[in-house]
Protein backbone atom coordinates (compact mmCIF):
# COMPACT_ATOMS: atom_id res chain seq x y z
CA UNK A 1 0.00 0.00 0.00
CA UNK A 2 1.72 3.21 -1.29
CA UNK A 3 1.42 6.66 0.99
CA UNK A 4 -0.93 9.40 -0.11
CA UNK A 5 0.93 11.99 -1.40
CA UNK A 6 -0.40 13.99 1.65
CA UNK A 7 1.84 11.50 3.98
CA UNK A 8 4.69 11.54 1.26
CA UNK A 9 4.71 15.70 1.73
CA UNK A 10 4.26 15.77 5.64
CA UNK A 11 1.01 18.30 5.44
CA UNK A 12 -2.38 17.78 6.64
CA UNK A 13 -5.41 17.18 3.97
CA UNK A 14 -6.86 20.90 4.37
CA UNK A 15 -3.11 22.59 4.24
CA UNK A 16 -3.61 25.45 2.22
CA UNK A 17 -1.63 25.69 -1.67
CA UNK A 18 1.37 27.90 0.51
CA UNK A 19 1.87 25.14 2.78
CA UNK A 20 2.23 22.12 -0.20
CA UNK A 21 4.23 24.28 -2.01
CA UNK A 22 6.80 25.58 1.42
CA UNK A 23 6.53 21.85 2.53
CA UNK A 24 7.67 20.61 -1.19
CA UNK A 25 10.70 23.13 -1.32
CA UNK A 26 11.71 22.18 2.22
CA UNK A 27 12.19 18.19 0.93
CA UNK A 28 13.20 19.04 -2.07
CA UNK A 29 16.39 21.12 -1.21
CA UNK A 30 16.84 18.46 1.67
CA UNK A 31 16.18 15.85 -1.04
CA UNK A 32 17.78 16.38 -4.85
CA UNK A 33 19.45 13.42 -6.06
CA UNK A 34 21.86 16.32 -7.37
CA UNK A 35 22.53 17.73 -4.10
CA UNK A 36 23.33 14.41 -2.25
CA UNK A 37 25.72 12.95 -5.25
CA UNK A 38 26.18 9.71 -3.38
CA UNK A 39 23.01 8.96 -1.52
CA UNK A 40 20.97 6.31 -3.39
CA UNK A 41 17.92 6.41 -1.39
CA UNK A 42 17.66 10.14 -1.86
CA UNK A 43 17.03 9.58 -6.21
CA UNK A 44 13.86 7.27 -4.85
CA UNK A 45 12.45 9.59 -2.07
CA UNK A 46 12.47 12.82 -4.49
CA UNK A 47 10.83 11.23 -6.79
CA UNK A 48 7.53 9.98 -4.47
CA UNK A 49 8.29 13.94 -3.34
CA UNK A 50 8.21 15.25 -6.81
CA UNK A 51 5.49 12.73 -7.66
CA UNK A 52 3.37 13.72 -4.60
CA UNK A 53 4.05 17.93 -5.70
CA UNK A 54 3.16 17.18 -9.49
CA UNK A 55 -0.38 15.89 -8.09
CA UNK A 56 -1.10 18.24 -4.89
CA UNK A 57 0.88 21.61 -6.49
CA UNK A 58 -1.47 21.79 -9.20
CA UNK A 59 -5.09 22.74 -7.81
CA UNK A 60 -7.08 21.11 -10.61
CA UNK A 61 -5.19 17.52 -9.77
CA UNK A 62 -5.13 18.12 -6.30
CA UNK A 63 -9.10 18.09 -6.59
CA UNK A 64 -9.44 14.98 -8.73
CA UNK A 65 -7.66 12.71 -6.32
CA UNK A 66 -9.08 14.69 -3.30
CA UNK A 67 -12.74 13.49 -5.05
CA UNK A 68 -11.40 10.16 -6.18
CA UNK A 69 -11.05 10.44 -9.88
CA UNK A 70 -6.99 9.56 -9.88
CA UNK A 71 -4.99 7.79 -7.92
CA UNK A 72 -1.46 8.80 -6.46
CA UNK A 73 0.72 8.01 -9.03
CA UNK A 74 -1.32 10.60 -11.43
CA UNK A 75 0.65 11.32 -14.43
CA UNK A 76 3.73 8.95 -15.82
CA UNK A 77 6.75 11.17 -16.05
CA UNK A 78 10.01 10.04 -18.15
CA UNK A 79 13.16 8.65 -16.29
CA UNK A 80 15.01 11.63 -15.33
CA UNK A 81 19.17 11.72 -15.88
CA UNK A 82 20.34 13.65 -13.21
CA UNK A 83 23.83 15.60 -13.41
CA UNK A 84 24.97 13.98 -10.90
CA UNK A 85 25.20 10.89 -13.21
CA UNK A 86 26.94 12.37 -15.63
CA UNK A 87 29.38 14.16 -12.95
CA UNK A 88 30.54 10.66 -11.29
CA UNK A 89 31.27 9.12 -14.64
CA UNK A 90 33.38 11.68 -15.29
CA UNK A 91 31.65 12.53 -18.61
CA UNK A 92 32.03 16.13 -18.28
CA UNK A 93 36.02 16.24 -18.83
CA UNK A 94 36.81 18.39 -16.14
CA UNK A 95 34.93 21.57 -17.54
CA UNK A 96 33.10 21.77 -13.52
CA UNK A 97 34.64 19.72 -11.48
CA UNK A 98 37.14 21.65 -9.51
CA UNK A 99 40.02 20.89 -7.37
CA UNK A 100 41.55 23.92 -6.36
CA UNK A 101 40.64 24.02 -3.07
CA UNK A 102 41.92 20.41 -1.24
CA UNK A 103 45.64 21.63 -1.96
CA UNK A 104 45.83 21.95 2.11
CA UNK A 105 45.03 17.85 1.77
CA UNK A 106 48.95 18.01 1.59
CA UNK A 107 52.62 19.62 2.17
CA UNK A 108 54.33 20.69 -0.93
CA UNK A 109 56.98 18.14 0.04
CA UNK A 110 54.56 15.74 0.17
CA UNK A 111 54.72 13.08 -2.59
CA UNK A 112 50.79 13.13 -2.84
CA UNK A 113 50.62 17.04 -3.29
CA UNK A 114 50.12 17.05 -7.00
CA UNK A 115 46.92 14.19 -6.36
CA UNK A 116 45.00 16.98 -5.09
CA UNK A 117 45.79 20.29 -5.84
CA UNK A 118 46.57 18.88 -9.47
CA UNK A 119 49.95 20.37 -9.43
CA UNK A 120 52.40 19.01 -11.85
CA UNK A 121 49.44 17.86 -14.54
CA UNK A 122 49.03 21.21 -15.69
CA UNK A 123 51.19 24.77 -15.45
CA UNK A 124 50.11 26.59 -12.87
CA UNK A 125 48.11 29.74 -14.32
CA UNK A 126 45.98 32.82 -13.07
CA UNK A 127 42.69 34.28 -14.43
CA UNK A 128 42.55 37.85 -14.70
CA UNK A 129 41.08 39.95 -12.39
CA UNK A 130 37.55 40.90 -12.75
CA UNK A 131 36.71 44.38 -13.77
CA UNK A 132 33.30 46.22 -11.95
CA UNK A 133 31.37 48.88 -13.80
CA UNK A 134 27.34 50.26 -12.87
CA UNK A 135 24.86 51.32 -15.73
CA UNK A 136 21.72 53.09 -15.26
CA UNK A 137 18.85 51.84 -17.93
CA UNK A 138 15.13 52.46 -18.63
CA UNK A 139 12.18 49.85 -17.30
CA UNK A 140 11.21 49.06 -20.81
CA UNK A 141 15.29 48.59 -21.55
CA UNK A 142 15.34 45.86 -18.41
CA UNK A 143 12.04 44.56 -19.34
CA UNK A 144 12.04 44.21 -23.23
CA UNK A 145 15.98 43.56 -23.28
CA UNK A 146 18.57 45.95 -25.36
CA UNK A 147 21.98 46.64 -26.65
CA UNK A 148 24.25 49.58 -24.56
CA UNK A 149 27.32 50.34 -24.68
CA UNK A 150 29.61 50.81 -21.64
CA UNK A 151 32.73 53.82 -21.58
CA UNK A 152 35.58 52.31 -20.22
CA UNK A 153 38.39 54.64 -18.80
CA UNK A 154 40.96 52.78 -21.01
CA UNK A 155 40.02 50.62 -24.05
CA UNK A 156 37.36 50.55 -26.84
CA UNK A 157 33.69 50.70 -25.77
CA UNK A 158 31.85 47.86 -24.67
CA UNK A 159 29.22 46.37 -25.79
CA UNK A 160 26.53 44.70 -23.74
CA UNK A 161 23.30 43.26 -24.32
CA UNK A 162 20.68 43.21 -21.65
CA UNK A 163 18.82 40.64 -21.49
CA UNK A 164 14.91 40.64 -21.78
CA UNK A 165 13.91 40.49 -18.12
CA UNK A 166 16.75 42.04 -16.11
CA UNK A 167 15.87 43.27 -12.62
CA UNK A 168 17.08 46.13 -10.64
CA UNK A 169 20.47 45.26 -9.35
CA UNK A 170 21.36 42.12 -11.36
CA UNK A 171 24.62 41.76 -12.14
CA UNK A 172 25.89 41.11 -16.09
CA UNK A 173 28.93 39.35 -16.70
CA UNK A 174 31.16 40.23 -19.91
CA UNK A 175 33.41 37.09 -20.22
CA UNK A 176 36.98 37.99 -20.69
CA UNK A 177 36.39 41.57 -20.99
CA UNK A 178 37.96 41.94 -17.25
CA UNK A 179 41.99 42.25 -16.36
CA UNK A 180 44.36 40.09 -18.54
CA UNK A 181 45.62 36.76 -17.04
CA UNK A 182 49.11 35.77 -16.52
CA UNK A 183 50.89 32.71 -17.60
CA UNK A 184 48.61 32.06 -20.51
CA UNK A 185 45.32 32.19 -17.77
CA UNK A 186 41.98 33.35 -18.81
CA UNK A 187 41.21 37.22 -18.73
CA UNK A 188 38.86 37.87 -15.75
CA UNK A 189 35.01 39.27 -16.63
CA UNK A 190 33.38 42.58 -16.30
CA UNK A 191 30.81 42.59 -13.86
CA UNK A 192 28.12 45.11 -14.77
CA UNK A 193 26.19 45.93 -11.83
CA UNK A 194 22.30 47.05 -13.56
CA UNK A 195 20.04 49.68 -11.89
CA UNK A 196 16.83 50.00 -13.01
CA UNK A 197 14.97 53.60 -13.34
CA UNK A 198 11.54 53.56 -12.29
CA UNK A 199 8.98 53.95 -14.98
CA UNK A 200 5.71 56.95 -15.49
CA UNK A 201 3.27 54.46 -14.95
CA UNK A 202 4.39 50.66 -15.22
CA UNK A 203 5.17 48.89 -11.49
CA UNK A 204 6.77 45.92 -11.33
CA UNK A 205 5.72 43.16 -8.92
CA UNK A 206 7.73 40.24 -8.84
CA UNK A 207 7.34 38.69 -12.04
CA UNK A 208 4.20 40.79 -12.81
CA UNK A 209 3.76 44.66 -14.50
CA UNK A 210 0.58 46.52 -12.47
CA UNK A 211 -0.66 49.78 -13.68
CA UNK A 212 -3.33 52.44 -13.78
CA UNK A 213 -5.30 52.69 -17.04
CA UNK A 214 -7.52 55.87 -17.49
CA UNK A 215 -11.58 55.04 -18.98
CA UNK A 216 -14.16 57.25 -19.56
CA UNK A 217 -17.40 57.58 -18.47
CA UNK A 218 -18.82 56.30 -21.50
CA UNK A 219 -16.47 53.43 -21.49
CA UNK A 220 -17.17 52.71 -17.82
CA UNK A 221 -21.07 52.59 -18.04
CA UNK A 222 -21.60 50.80 -21.71
CA UNK A 223 -18.01 48.41 -22.26
CA UNK A 224 -16.30 48.02 -25.01
CA UNK A 225 -12.93 47.31 -26.60
CA UNK A 226 -10.12 50.07 -25.68
CA UNK A 227 -6.47 50.05 -26.42
CA UNK A 228 -4.32 49.10 -23.71
CA UNK A 229 -0.50 49.92 -23.79
CA UNK A 230 1.31 46.85 -22.48
CA UNK A 231 5.36 46.38 -22.23
CA UNK A 232 5.90 45.29 -25.56
CA UNK A 233 3.07 47.28 -27.51
CA UNK A 234 -0.57 48.10 -27.38
CA UNK A 235 -3.50 45.36 -27.39
CA UNK A 236 -6.75 45.45 -27.78
CA UNK A 237 -9.12 44.76 -24.42
CA UNK A 238 -12.44 44.35 -24.27
CA UNK A 239 -13.99 45.68 -20.56
CA UNK A 240 -17.36 44.91 -19.53
CA UNK A 241 -20.56 47.04 -19.11
CA UNK A 242 -20.38 48.78 -15.94
CA UNK A 243 -17.27 48.69 -14.99
CA UNK A 244 -15.71 50.66 -11.91
CA UNK A 245 -13.15 52.24 -10.96
CA UNK A 246 -10.72 49.73 -9.53
CA UNK A 247 -11.59 47.02 -11.35
CA UNK A 248 -8.60 45.07 -11.93
CA UNK A 249 -8.38 42.90 -15.26
CA UNK A 250 -5.46 40.17 -16.08
CA UNK A 251 -3.15 39.92 -19.42
CA UNK A 252 -1.81 36.78 -19.10
CA UNK A 253 1.63 36.42 -20.14
CA UNK A 254 2.05 40.53 -20.71
CA UNK A 255 4.63 41.00 -17.69
CA UNK A 256 8.12 40.45 -17.59
CA UNK A 257 10.10 37.89 -18.56
CA UNK A 258 10.98 35.06 -16.03
CA UNK A 259 14.34 33.34 -15.01
CA UNK A 260 13.09 29.96 -15.62
CA UNK A 261 10.87 30.60 -18.89
CA UNK A 262 7.68 32.10 -19.77
CA UNK A 263 6.28 35.37 -18.59
CA UNK A 264 4.60 37.42 -15.50
CA UNK A 265 1.08 38.55 -16.41
CA UNK A 266 -0.04 42.32 -16.77
CA UNK A 267 -2.55 43.27 -14.04
CA UNK A 268 -4.67 46.76 -15.28
CA UNK A 269 -6.35 48.97 -13.10
CA UNK A 270 -9.31 50.81 -14.36
CA UNK A 271 -9.70 54.22 -13.09
CA UNK A 272 -12.81 56.29 -14.49
CA UNK A 273 -12.53 59.90 -15.41
CA UNK A 274 -14.62 62.75 -16.18
CA UNK A 275 -14.38 64.98 -19.47
CA UNK A 276 -11.84 67.76 -18.84
CA UNK A 277 -14.47 70.62 -19.26
CA UNK A 278 -18.10 70.36 -17.79
CA UNK A 279 -20.74 69.03 -20.06
CA UNK A 280 -24.18 70.75 -20.13
CA UNK A 281 -25.92 67.07 -21.41
CA UNK A 282 -24.20 65.97 -18.70
CA UNK A 283 -25.38 67.63 -16.09
CA UNK A 284 -28.71 67.89 -17.31
CA UNK A 285 -29.23 64.54 -17.08
CA UNK A 286 -27.71 64.04 -13.23
CA UNK A 287 -29.93 66.63 -12.26
CA UNK A 288 -32.75 64.32 -13.39
CA UNK A 289 -31.32 60.86 -12.27
CA UNK A 290 -33.31 59.93 -8.77
CA UNK A 291 -31.10 56.55 -8.32
CA UNK A 292 -27.86 58.46 -8.62
CA UNK A 293 -28.97 61.08 -6.09
CA UNK A 294 -30.17 57.83 -3.59
CA UNK A 295 -26.90 56.17 -4.37
CA UNK A 296 -24.46 56.58 -0.85
CA UNK A 297 -20.93 54.99 -1.84
CA UNK A 298 -19.78 55.84 1.51
CA UNK A 299 -22.56 54.19 3.82
CA UNK A 300 -19.83 51.38 4.65
CA UNK A 301 -17.74 54.08 6.15
CA UNK A 302 -20.47 55.20 8.63
CA UNK A 303 -20.92 58.54 6.27
CA UNK B 1 23.43 19.57 -29.17
CA UNK B 2 23.10 23.17 -30.30
CA UNK B 3 21.73 25.61 -28.19
CA UNK B 4 18.74 25.94 -29.83
CA UNK B 5 17.78 22.36 -29.05
CA UNK B 6 18.68 22.63 -25.64
CA UNK B 7 16.45 25.67 -25.12
CA UNK B 8 13.71 23.62 -26.86
CA UNK B 9 14.40 20.66 -24.74
CA UNK B 10 14.43 23.00 -21.20
CA UNK B 11 11.46 24.97 -22.37
CA UNK B 12 13.61 28.41 -22.10
CA UNK B 13 14.51 31.22 -24.42
CA UNK B 14 18.30 31.39 -25.61
CA UNK B 15 18.44 34.92 -23.60
CA UNK B 16 18.44 33.14 -19.90
CA UNK B 17 20.53 30.46 -21.60
CA UNK B 18 22.60 33.29 -22.15
CA UNK B 19 22.84 34.88 -19.08
CA UNK B 20 23.70 30.73 -17.23
CA UNK B 21 26.52 30.76 -19.74
CA UNK B 22 27.73 34.42 -18.25
CA UNK B 23 27.48 33.56 -14.74
CA UNK B 24 29.45 30.47 -15.91
CA UNK B 25 26.87 27.59 -14.44
CA UNK B 26 27.15 26.16 -17.68
CA UNK B 27 30.62 26.16 -19.91
CA UNK B 28 29.64 24.66 -23.35
CA UNK B 29 32.46 23.19 -25.82
CA UNK B 30 33.03 25.58 -28.56
CA UNK B 31 33.21 23.69 -32.04
CA UNK B 32 33.90 26.37 -34.90
CA UNK B 33 32.46 28.83 -33.26
CA UNK B 34 29.00 27.35 -32.44
CA UNK B 35 28.46 26.21 -28.48
CA UNK B 36 28.04 22.52 -28.27
CA UNK B 37 26.04 20.96 -25.12
CA UNK B 38 26.54 17.41 -24.28
CA UNK B 39 23.43 15.59 -22.31
CA UNK B 40 25.50 16.26 -19.19
CA UNK B 41 24.89 19.87 -19.66
CA UNK B 42 21.46 19.34 -20.42
CA UNK B 43 21.47 17.50 -16.90
CA UNK B 44 23.01 20.34 -15.39
CA UNK B 45 20.47 22.79 -16.66
CA UNK B 46 17.41 20.93 -15.43
CA UNK B 47 18.97 21.02 -12.15
CA UNK B 48 19.74 24.77 -12.29
CA UNK B 49 16.05 24.83 -13.68
CA UNK B 50 14.97 23.09 -10.12
CA UNK B 51 17.21 25.48 -8.12
CA UNK B 52 15.78 28.59 -9.27
CA UNK B 53 12.05 27.19 -9.67
CA UNK B 54 10.61 25.20 -7.18
CA UNK B 55 13.37 25.67 -4.53
CA UNK B 56 13.41 29.13 -5.07
CA UNK B 57 16.87 29.65 -4.78
CA UNK B 58 17.84 32.90 -5.82
CA UNK B 59 20.93 33.65 -8.57
CA UNK B 60 23.50 34.16 -6.00
CA UNK B 61 22.61 30.92 -4.09
CA UNK B 62 22.74 29.59 -7.21
CA UNK B 63 26.33 30.16 -8.04
CA UNK B 64 27.00 29.31 -4.42
CA UNK B 65 25.46 25.83 -4.97
CA UNK B 66 27.20 25.09 -8.41
CA UNK B 67 30.23 26.26 -7.20
CA UNK B 68 30.38 23.80 -3.80
CA UNK B 69 28.76 21.09 -6.33
CA UNK B 70 31.72 21.46 -8.51
CA UNK B 71 33.92 21.19 -5.63
CA UNK B 72 32.16 17.72 -4.05
CA UNK B 73 32.43 15.96 -7.48
CA UNK B 74 35.92 17.19 -8.03
CA UNK B 75 36.26 16.00 -4.49
CA UNK B 76 34.23 12.72 -4.87
CA UNK B 77 36.82 11.77 -8.30
CA UNK B 78 39.68 12.25 -6.31
CA UNK B 79 38.58 10.14 -3.65
CA UNK B 80 37.44 7.67 -5.80
CA UNK B 81 40.97 7.29 -7.30
CA UNK B 82 42.50 7.16 -3.96
CA UNK B 83 39.62 4.38 -3.24
CA UNK B 84 41.23 2.34 -6.23
CA UNK B 85 45.02 2.95 -5.43
CA UNK B 86 44.40 1.56 -2.21
CA UNK B 87 42.61 -0.95 -3.23
CA UNK B 88 45.12 -2.25 -5.55
CA UNK B 89 47.36 -3.35 -2.46
CA UNK B 90 48.07 -5.64 0.01
CA UNK B 91 45.72 -6.61 2.08
CA UNK B 92 48.70 -6.00 4.45
CA UNK B 93 48.68 -1.98 3.52
CA UNK B 94 44.93 -1.88 3.42
CA UNK B 95 44.41 -2.87 6.65
CA UNK B 96 47.65 -0.36 8.07
CA UNK B 97 45.90 2.39 6.03
CA UNK B 98 42.59 1.20 7.66
CA UNK B 99 44.14 1.05 11.06
CA UNK B 100 45.51 4.91 11.06
CA UNK B 101 42.45 6.33 9.89
CA UNK B 102 40.26 4.50 12.64
CA UNK B 103 43.14 5.95 14.84
CA UNK B 104 42.13 9.38 13.99
CA UNK B 105 38.70 9.89 15.97
Same mark, same amino acid.
Given at each position: ????? %?E?L ?25 L ?16 ? %? ?10 ? %? ?12 P????? *? ?24 ? /? ?10 ? *? ?14 ? /? ?28 ? /? ?41 ? %? ?8 AV ?31 G ?26 P ?23 | ?15 I?D ?29 I????G ?8 V ?43
Amino acid at each position: MSRSP %YEVLEVSKNATQKDIQSAYRKLAKKLHPDLNPGDKQAEEKFKAVSAA %YALLGDEEKRGK %YDRGEIDETGAETPPRQYY *RDYASAGDTAGRYESAHSFSDFGDTD /DIFSSFFSQRGR *RQQSGRGRDAHFSMEI /DFLEAANGAKKQINLPDGPPLDLTIPPGTR /DGQTLRLRGKGEPGFNGGTAGDALIEISVRPHPFYRQDGDDVR %YDVPISLSEAVLGGKIRVPTLDGAVNVTIPANSNTGKTLRLKGKGLHRKAGGHGDAYVTLQVVLPQAPDPDLTAFVEGWETGKAHNPRRHMGG | MKDTELCRSLEIEITILDTWIEHRWLVPEERDGARQFHDSDLARARLIQDLIGPMGVNEDGVDVAMQLLDQIHGLRGRLGLLMQAIRSQDEEVQRRILALIDEEH
